[in-house]
């Protein structure tokens, strides 16, 4: 339940009429299937109203113009107001013919202001509405508010709610502004008249007695968004979902689901000659649970592969329910130049036995946790691997560069603690070793206990050997040799320390490789 | 003719059953092992050293094997890659919390099904049954699991202080290996640099792998890589590992 994004919407009243081209001034009315679906302005005024009947609505205005409904060519009719709107961000999403949102967050800075931006934006798309269509000349309304649902209500009144003020501005309007007539005619008839009154309720509550829709109608009338916007860019949605209704149970549905879904996606993409190297995967219960992971594949991810991650997916997350939606978004596409990357080599089988059962793992633990260690320039053992994310595009053949100068000699260590635990080091006489300005052991070595633990005979060391990394940063530490300095120096600006690194072997068969730094003593690997 | 009939014979060849076969170890290994290799649908338990469990895999992924660390987040790649691993083919889940109390068998099932070895570092949620139940997995399927003893022994596990389960302990085991002594040469007081171990390795087990042995291995050798080692120490001081500076 993240905060609801600022959004601002331009709003094109009773759209189909003007797709249409009639002038406002005439009473025009766009029927589907029997049924007013818009009006324009006069014939509203002569009585028309929306899911008349038509021969009811010619009999109330008998000069009414009636026009059949074209949904391609409302959506045609909008793409100019559309690209305008995308003058301002390219973020934009079209939410239906005539209504379209984006995030106002950067534009609204860059113009001054939410006010400032809603203006602007007004003034170019009535400019583009009144090329359009000279005659009549329609208006837009352009509203601002947070979350998509308040700010379709701002649009209709072309206001701009304050910040924060989403809930209190959606407070008084009707339960029926929803637009689930079901559902208000029941929440009217319990004594729920507003949507101030839903939002009072408390959500498990209301999620019991009225389920998922209910669910969503107390989000929005709390002034959060049923569903995010989704920033995307041009071109439009790629992305496909799918509605289970009734929320299915097991996961096997689901991932029959998914597989069409997949397919879908599919051809969407190669309609474009597109590849997804990322994929969205969303999730959602009847109860509301939601679960999102981006699913990333340099190859492309073709069907049988994102069904069978999707499945993975839903077979590592444990729900309470069933499930209600499924939804599909390509995060990333590149041009799919016909390539499918094969696996270093090697029996080309089995890679692609490792690679499902590597995706699945990554299905019960998350992308990130599982990791392909790339070998690479450094001087620490910890510093020559990077660990990449599987199935992430890996930096190509690395040249190890130039040589890396107090390199710690091979053989590398087996064990390199990510957290490296403090030790304690101390001569003959018990007192602390460090290191002298000439960069020599002030003693050497004779116990160490590491992170509070049993005291253990040094048998053999050597060190320091002094290395001075990124001494350009010039935050860290202190000025002086390692050691000379106590752990309560306070680091000057523009100062460092220097650290050193000493191999040490104990009684007990180990061998370190010990750091110092600022007088704090370190094992930074153990040579097990 | 003598290699068209050689080639006949390959044909006619009655097909390997999974049990059967074995993935080749490093060759100073082989004497740790009953089999000489890593049967096919076994379990190794390795206690108190993290690169003696490696290099158990090393010889397999160099020969196009798949292998995977699990639950190892101090696992070292520099040294992976020196005892012989390809790391394109040993890819690291280096943790299992996210998983949680059921993440680590459920991973290192999910990677005994598909891999041929799976290196892991038990933690302490997992129980006897896991364990029993990941043996069959592994059985079944035809992989090997090394498992890497837990945090409390080794040099490692006392550098981190942790605790977990003790490889010696781990139930249903085959083959378990235990370093008994381990001898770092190279370093003296004040001078030298860490060159070669000497490790003795303990090798005991179920079955073929009962009858204890004692094998002395350099682990890494002074020239890199594994080799085996002359049993009495001082006999064993290899060439290039002066006794002291000029």
New interface residues.
Partial sequence: MSRPVRTLVVWCPDWPVVAAGRPGTEPVAVVAANRVVAASAAARAEGVEEGLRRRQAETRCPRLVVVGHDPGRDLRAFEPVAATVESFTPAVEVVAPGLCAFATRGPSRYFGGDAALAASVAARVDGVLGETSPSGAPTCRVGVADGLFAAERAARLGTVVPPGGSAGFLAPFPVGTLGDDELADLLRRLGIPTLGRLAELPVPAVLARFGPAGAGASRLARGLDERPLAARTPPPDLAVAAVLDPPAERVEVAAFVARGLAERLAQRLADRGLAATRVRVEAETEHGESMARLWRHDGGLTPAALAERVRWQLD?WKTTGGLSLLRLTPDEVRPDDGRQLGF?G??RA??E??A???A??QG???AE???????DGGRG??E??D?VP?GESRPGERKLGPPWPGRV??????????AP?P?EVVDASGAPVGVTGRGA?SA?PARLS??G?AWAEVT????PWPYDERWWSGVRGTNAVAGLRGPNAVAEPGSRSRRARW???TT?????LLTVEGGRWS?E???? | MALSLRHVATLVAPVALAGERLLPVLPALEPLLPAAGLRRGSVVAVA????LA?AMVAAATAE???G?AVGM??????????LGIV??????????E??GPG?WP??VA??L????VVVARPDRSVRPDDARRLAARARERGSVLVVVGGATE????????GAAWPAAAWPAADVRLTVA????VG???????????RLEVVAGGRGSAARERRVALWL?HPD?GVAPAEPVPAVARPAGVEERPA
């Avoid at chain 1, 000699?409 to 990510?418: L, M, N, Q, R």
């Avoid at chain 2, 099904?113 to 041929?116: E, G, K, N, T, W």
Wanted: net charge positive; no cysteine; hydrophobic share 50%.
């Fill in positions: 590592g270093w090697g029996d089995a890679a036995r490792a499902r059962a590597l699945r793992v019960i633990l998350g946790a599982v990791v392909t260690a790339v070998l053992p910890g020559r691997a660990l599987w000699p091979p053989p590398a260590p087996a064990s390199v603690h990510p635990p030790v052991a050497p590491i992170a633990g053999a060391w050597a060190g191999q040490v072997t007990a068969g180990d061998a370190h094992v690997a153990t040579y097990d | 108190g050293s993290a690169s490696l196009g094997s798949w995977a987040p101090t696992l070292g790649p520099v040294a992976a890659a020196e790391l394109d083919r040993f890819p690291l889940v280096p943790r299992t996210a998983g993440g459920a991973v999910a990677l099904d598909a891999l041929d080794g040099a490692a596990g006392r550098a981190a202080g002594r381990a001898e770092w370093l003296g007081g004040g001078w030298g640099r860490l060159r070669g171990r890494p890199g």
